[in-house]
């Protein structure tokens, strides 16, 4: 191909996975591979300036709304992809406004994924919502953006000013909206910008105001309002934006030369998974407004800004094959096996399809180019197969009628969305089961992991969770791989976890609805295991935090035979009979709230939070005026800790965190 046609060629291209993003919400490939043709035409046409073309590719929006031209148009970044081209811009920012590039002041946002919107207001009225089309030409969706909660729909400004920001789901709201999605056998959203893109769009308001749609504002284009008259630097329009009832990102920081300009890309790239939206990188904007005029525009993009990308949540890969694994609830699950990928830091190579129907509405096959998808620690997803033209597939996938693992047959009942195994006896089960029962958030038995439990179920030594207890060294030695050395190893862990408290025994049994919470409001009251068996759906469900849900699940599995069996063994062999038995820890946090940012050496995520709810306190994910103080550790979040600092809540380091467990007071 020579230069012309390959620009001609990638110009096609690209218009027609414009239309797809813009138009359709549905990506045909990933962010980076885009940006990978943007960036090879933009190359091939500064070789060639001859070939290059004034006119922008567009993606003309469908005629669904009506169109909206907007005043200013609404033209997209440039970006950046490491700290030599952030530099790179630094420099030539600096030389475009002759200063040194020490002096060069921008500030540092997030850069959100969801799609950008403008909103007019006339004398403090918002009179107009508007998407971005094509930048030039948008569509009118006042009605809709009328339904998003946090855009104030009358500010105290004057004259006309034009907000600009992104819509966007917060993580949190799009793992809710896909539940409920999955729940109703409806095909999920591929990602909170995709949701946030369909939801926007949609003829009618009222099913826009059913989505969780939120709004970030982060420019203002036209102002002829005296608020804003004599404001000079972009962080101000962001204080009188904040002002005026808008959400601002909390996260923005004003960086002063390219050291503290790159800098902050690390600080987001470390706070990306506390932030309550995707981000897919940070924008700089120069702070001064002067400034900015005196740079002005290409035909794309504003000189003043550039987007910095941060490593994609999504990547394409080779779905190899479509297996199904069994839960200790019975519940059969498939997940693709995937040619291992690297997404967000970490290798790929096995992703959740959740259920039947969504495998059957993504229509993905085996052998198919896939994009999965993971953001922060959020499970791994398939979100749709990338089709080439023309392409031969394998067959659609068809959930398999049997057990992988028992070969009884499965079931899906009448309007549920999972499908089980209701085989009791079925092994995949009980080695998860067991499994579960041995967790470190149960009975917390090291060396009990799934390889084993299986091969001690397949040697006919174990069946259910109370012959854990009657096991011995001289039956576990026997088996493959397995010493006189380890064998005495798990077996005196199993008998050390006979001291545990009641409360994780509950939590180890797998009773439906019965968490640590219930499981230790219930241990803490009822005291014994023979009391918490004997008790009644009355009893319990007056506990608070307890609820006749969890009561009838409670008493179900205590007057099943299966429990009745299971319990007064337990009882006869001495496993966690009380609450406060064996190593129950004093309750030096009782009743406080300790928020953990970061990792703390020693400890995973789950760890430190149990450490804990076991001396009595709780662990929330988010800092308010109740907490008793905030625990830092590496890469810790930074609105967590602006937060405390706001609210004069102490933080402490995370080499304190033992002393603050051991005595509940904070370490100075
Ligand atoms: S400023 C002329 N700031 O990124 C400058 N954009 O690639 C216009 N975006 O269309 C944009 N977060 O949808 C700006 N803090 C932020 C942003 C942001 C996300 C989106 C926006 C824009 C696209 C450009």
Not at 462 to 476: G, K, P, Q, R
Not at 550 to 568: C, L, N
Not at 585 to 608: K, M, S
Request: charged share 25%; with cysteine.
């Amino acid at each position: 191909m020579n230069p012309r046609e390959e620009i001609a060629a990638l110009r096609e291209e690209i218009a027609q996975h414009n239309a797809a993003y813009y138009l359709r919400d549905e990506p045909l490939i990933p962010d980076i591979e885009y940006d990978a043709l943007v960036r090879r035409l933009a190359a091939l046409e500064k070789e060639h300036p001859d070939l290059a073309s004034e006119t922008p590719i567009g993606a003309t929006p469908e005629n669904t709304f009506a169109p909206v031209t907007h005043a200013v148009a609404m033209l997209s970044l440039d970006n950046v992809f490491d700290d030599d081209e952030t530099v790179a811009w630094v420099q030539r920012v600096a030389r475009g406004l002759e200063i040194d590039p020490s002096q060069v002041t921008v500030t540092a946002e997030p850069k959100i994924d969801g799609l950008a919107v403008s909103l007019t207001y006339l004398d403090g009225e918002l009179t107009l919502g508007a998407t971005r089309g094509n930048g030039t030409v948008g569509e009118d969706v006042t009605e809709n953006v009328r339904t998003i909660a946090n855009i104030p729909p009358r500010i105290s400004s004057t004259g006309r000013v034009d907000v600009r920001g992104e819509v966007y789901i917060a993580r949190a709201d799009f793992e809710k909206l896909n539940a409920a999605q999955r729940a109703a056998s409806a095909k999920e959203f591929a990602n909170p910008r995709n949701a946030a893109a369909g939801s926007l769009r949609q003829k009618d308001p009222r099913v826009t105001a059913t989505r969780p749609l939120s709004f970030l504002a982060y420019q203002v284009v036209v102002n002829d309002s005296h608020e804003l008259a004599s404001v000079a630097r972009h962080r101000d329009v962001l204080a009188q934006l904040a002002a005026w009832g808008f959400d601002v990102s909390d996260e923005t920081t004003v960086c002063v030369g390219a050291a503290e300009i790159v800098a902050a890309e690390h600080r987001f790239a470390a706070i990306r998974h506390d932030l309550r939206y995707d981000i897919d990188g940070l924008v700089y904007k120069l702070d001064d407004l002067a400034s900015r005029e005196a740079l002005g525009f290409t035909s794309r993009a504003p000189r003043w800004a550039i987007a910095r990308k941060l490593p994609p949540e999504e990547q394409t890969t080779t779905l190899i094959a479509i297996e199904v694994s069994v839960g200790r609830t019975g519940r059969v699950t498939p997940y693709a096996v995937l040619e291992p990928v690297v997404v967000a830091g970490s290798t790929v190579q096995m992703a959740t399809l959740h259920n039947e129907d969504q495998v059957r509405l993504k229509d993905v096959r085996p052998g198919d180019q896939v994009i999965v998808r993971k953001a922060g620690d959020v499970i791994p997803e398939v979100v749709s197969a990338v089709l080439g033209r023309g392409e031969t597939r394998a067959e659609p996938w068809i959930f398999p009628t049997n057990c992988p693992d028992c070969h009884a047959p499965l079931v899906r009942r009448e309007g549920e969305s999972d499908t089980y195994c209701t085989n009791r006896a079925c092994p995949a089960q009980q080695v998860q089961q067991i499994v579960h029962f041995a967790s470190r958030g149960a009975m917390d038995i090291e060396g009990l992991g799934e390889q084993r439990v299986a091969q001690l179920i397949e040697a006919g030594l174990l069946v259910d969770v109370a012959d854990l207890y009657e096991l011995s060294t001289s039956h576990i030695a026997a088996l493959d791989g397995l010493g006189e050395l380890s064998a005495t190893a798990l077996v005196s862990a199993i008998a050390t976890s006979k001291s545990q408290p009641l409360s994780r025994l509950l939590v180890g049994l797998g009773i439906r609805h019965v968490g640590p919470v219930a499981a230790r409001v219930i241990a803490r009251h009822f005291g014994s295991l023979a009391a918490v068996a004997a008790a009644s759906v009355e009893a319990l469900a007056a506990l608070d935090g307890v609820g006749s849900v969890i009561a009838d699940s409670m008493v179900t599995y205590m007057g099943s035979q299966e429990g009745r069996e299971r319990i007064s063994r337990l009882i006869a062999l001495e496993v966690a009979v009380s609450e406060s038995s064996g190593d129950s820890l004093p309750a030096t946090l009782a009743g406080r709230a300790v928020v953990i940012t970061g990792t703390v050496p020693g400890f995973t995520r789950d760890e430190g939070e149990a450490a804990v709810i076991a001396r009595g306190g709780s662990s929330p994910g988010s800092v308010s005026k109740k907490t008793y103080c905030v625990v830092v550790g590496d890469a810790p979040g930074q609105s967590k800790l602006t937060k405390a600092a706001e609210l004069g809540i102490p933080v402490v380091l995370s080499e304190n965190f033992p002393q603050l467990l051991e005595t509940g007071e904070i370490p100075s």
